[in-house]
Nanobody, 119 residues
């Protein structure tokens, strides 16, 4: 059974840090690009960061550049998002996506993890 499970969310003060994890099962992440998205209440889901299957292409949304770092460990079938200097407006549900590098229809989503930035 294919599954993506995000973890690491929670409540953090403005300026604080969190590290999200996305653990995959039922498939091998090495053939998949991994991405992190977020969705705030009343807003559309937006791309936060992307890492290609070989980690040779990494991209960030402008609003997180210099603060967030995406990484992957295919030996653990897991992707990560290190988030620093968090802002209240970044309160959202953060989702992990895995998309096959050549068979684009093979795309999986996790259930999301809540990140709340508040004092």
């Amino acid at each position: 059974q294919v599954q993506l499970v995000e973890s690491g969310g929670g409540l953090v003060q403005p300026g604080g840090s969190l590290r999200l994890s996305c653990a995959a099962s039922g498939f091998t992440t090495s053939s998949y690009a991994m991405s992190w998205y977020r969705q705030a209440p009343g807003s559309e889901r937006e791309l936060v960061a992307f890492i290609s299957s070989g980690a040779d292409n990494i991209n960030y949304a402008d609003f997180v550049k210099g603060r967030f770092t995406i990484s992957r460990d295919d030996t653990k079938n897991t992707a990560y998002l290190q988030m620093n200097s968090l802002k209240p407006e970044e309160t959202a549900v953060y989702y992990c996506n895995a998309r096959h590098k050549s068979q684009r229809s093979r795309s999986y989503w996790g259930q999301g993890t809540q990140v709340t930035v508040s004092s």
